[in-house]
């Protein structure tokens, strides 16, 4: 039977802060905090010392209908009572398949990296919708450590659990979880084109083909063309998909 010990990797046990430790987290919720109000996007912490959520934004993806509030007493029973049963599971497991990779990095790069993975909510109706979660650190114990991390909550595009990936800042590959053959392998970026950023950045602003084709000064057809290459080099089925997509994975 699982508890919620079991999200809490023994490679990333945190315990005895010191104070200089604690002098670098002074006041730096306040800044969470803003960030929460200028975007749609849910947004809470983690505490691995604590083992329980530091903080929760009032955003209202995540909370299935609870108050913030009340999804930070639950802290991580949370998950027990809103993640569908299988997804719990895969849950722990990335947990451990993270800290693992995590471990192996090597000190000064940890905090540059941030893991990608989605998985299924239900809220207090029974529905159930899929979400992607990104998780990167905040900060680091002196033992490199993972102490506290911010977690950004969005709907996510993908058609089902899993979608395990680490991403490094300023780096063109991402690691990717295999999780039939339990290994990890390498994919490189998705680089988009001068027209493909420029068709996403007008769709974002609600122009149609017809009106996004006069600022770029090419016809109709030809962003027809880029739309349709762009859908290919996503995998995606439509404008809305492209536009997730590239926003979950910081293409513009």
Known sequence: MTDVNDFFSSRNTVTNISENERKQTANYLETIKAFARTTYKSIYVI???KKGFEYVSENP??????TAEEVQEMGYLFYFNYVIPEDVELLIK????????????PLKERIYHSI?????????????????????????TDEGKIWKAICI???SNEKDSGNIRIYKRG????????????????EEKIKLSKREKEIL??????????EMAEPMCVCP?????????????????????AIVYATNNKLI
């Open 47 to 49: 505490d691995y010392e």
């Open 61 to 66: 993806l995540f909370l299935c209908g609870h």
């Open 94 to 105: 990335i947990n451990t398949i993270c800290f693992n990779f995590y471990d192996k990095i």
């Open 116 to 140: 990608s993975y989605d998985f299924y909510l239900k809220n207090q109706q029974g529905e159930t919708f899929l979400i992607n979660q990104k998780l990167t650190p905040i900060f680091l």
């Open 153 to 155: 909550i969005s709907l």
């Open 171 to 186: 780096a063109n590959k991402i690691f990717k979880f295999d999780l039939k053959g339990n290994f990890w392998k390498t």
């Open 201 to 210: 950045r007008f769709s974002v602003r609600g122009y149609t083909i017809n």
């Open 221 to 241: 057809d030809t962003v027809k063309f880029h739309r349709r290459k762009l859908f290919e080099k996503l995998e995606v089925t439509n404008i809305s998909e």
